[in-house]
């Protein structure tokens, strides 16, 4: 607990990354280029650096929390800031691409490279239940394992500079497919004088049940084979075709169903109904849409 860190950004994230290195005992050295925002974390024992230079000799890990990949860029981009043997952090989110950039354009001025994302919101962190991912050389991230503890549960990916931006973009593509499927159920409810709270219940079994299949179809996946073990594609397609005809019938948006139908549609007119539901991993795996 003794390791010093720095912490660069202190917005709503950047303050509560450096509340828990704080509050787990270490040495924390902070910058933001509005400097009242670190008042609060001076009063309990943080150093305000007086630049970013300076911020960035302190400690040998540098945790960066800015709002884009832009400011990342202007701020280690300064003639002030020597990056040669210090470790970079950087929990700004932003996609794989700037990600990747960002650990080339570092490591050519003498840095080590993290990249991480932070699957939590500020209240939580510093407790189990904020989950962050890690990217970039295994040997980097085992170093500072033990000091980055103190923000939450930690999750290492891959040597991929681009790991983490993508399981983060992942993870929002299921947190709002789970929601608006739900919402799709609860207005069809409605209709029925079904309340939100009745069905939220039933929902929920829903999903953690459909949740347990994903080992079993990842595997499908991975093996490039889809027998229908227990459904096939054209079956399910029908059942969509309920879906559409009953929210239309009801008076309901009925445009995410029509996606779902459109979707197994293709991959049925490409010979595949007979086949298992995750066999349309060959329509998510294709460019479409704007
Ligand atoms: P805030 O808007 O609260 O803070 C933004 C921070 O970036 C401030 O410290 C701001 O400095 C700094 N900044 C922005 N542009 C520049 C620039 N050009 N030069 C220097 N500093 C700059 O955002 P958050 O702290 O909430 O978010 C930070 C990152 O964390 C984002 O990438 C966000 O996506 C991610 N994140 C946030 C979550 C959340 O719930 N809040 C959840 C998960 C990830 P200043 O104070 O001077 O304006």
């Known amino acids: 607990t003794d390791t010093p860190v720095t912490v660069i950004g202190l917005g709503l994230m950047g303050q509560a990354l450096a509340g828990a290195f704080l509050k787990a005992g270490h040495p924390t050295t902070v910058w933001n280029r509005t400097p009242s925002k670190a008042d609060q974390l001076v009063a309990e024992g943080a150093r305000l650096a007086p630049t970013i230079g300076d911020a960035l000799e302190e400690g040998s890990l540098t945790i960066i929390c800015v ?17 040669d043997g210090m470790t970079l952090l950087n929990l700004t989110s932003g996609d794989s691409a700037q990600a990747r950039e960002t650990a080339r354009w570092v490591t050519q001025r003498g840095a080590r490279y993290l990249d991480g994302a932070i699957m939590a919101v500020p209240p939580t962190i510093g407790t189990a239940e904020a989950v962050i991912l890690h990217c970039g050389p295994q040997a980097d991230f085992e170093t500072h394992k033990s000091t980055l503890d103190a923000l939450g549960t930690l999750s290492y990916l891959g040597a991929d500079h681009g790991l983490a931006s993508l399981y983060d973009v992942a993870g929002l593509a299921m947190m709002w497919s789970v929601l608006n499927a739900w919402l799709q159920g609860t207005a069809l409810l409605r209709t029925a004088g079904v309340d939100a709270a009745t069905y939220a219940p039933f929902a929920r079994q829903m999903a953690a049940g ?19 073990e227990v459904s096939a594609l054209a079956t399910d397609a029908r059942a969509m075709a309920h879906l559409i005809k009953e929210s239309e019938a009801v008076g309901v948006n009925a445009e995410l169903p029509k996606l779902f ?3 197994a549609d293709r991959s049925i007119a490409a010979g595949h109904g007979g086949e298992q ?11 479409r849409g704007d």
């Open 210 to 228: 459909v949740a347990e299949w994903l080992p079993g179809y990842a595997e499908q996946i991975d093996n490039n084979s889809f027998p229908a």
């Open 67 to 83: 709002t884009d990949y832009q400011a990342v860029q202007e701020l280690l981009g300064a003639s002030d800031v020597e990056l």
């Open 261 to 263: 139908k459109a979707m």
């Open 277 to 287: 539901y995750p066999v349309l991993i060959e329509e998510f795996g294709k460019p």
